[in-house]
């Protein structure tokens, strides 16, 4: 099933893996906010704006450390859920991009239309 978003589709693969595709509209955004030499985001930033619609419906952005991840991997979650004290209490389904310090994930996303979040 596909998700779909403004600016970039989201659909977990057969495999379990999590694909995230740019749609022509993301495109255009990601022309403008990573071209114009003005510009002060981060790749992390720029992902999280192409991916907002998903962010505000149920999709969330997990810190590595609250998970005890030992990386600065991007990692994505459709179902986590927190306690008061903001610590993870369930097994999320989760997403991470394992190739983040080899890959330069915006211009992977630009130039491919898609990236590939391994299923964690």
Known sequence: MIEHGNYADFEIL??????????PEGKIELEEISF????????????????????????TWIAPESTGA???APILSN????NNAGEIVAEPNVWWYPNYMIDDIIEKLYSNGYLIFDKA
């Open 36 to 59: 114009n030499l003005e510009n002060q985001y981060n790749d992390y930033d720029m992902l999280r704006d192409l991916i907002e619609y998903q962010l505000c419906n149920g999709w």
């Open 79 to 82: 179902n986590v859920r927190y």
């Open 14 to 23: 057969p495999d379990g893996n999590l694909k995230i595709s740019l749609t």
């Open 70 to 72: 030992l990386t600065d």
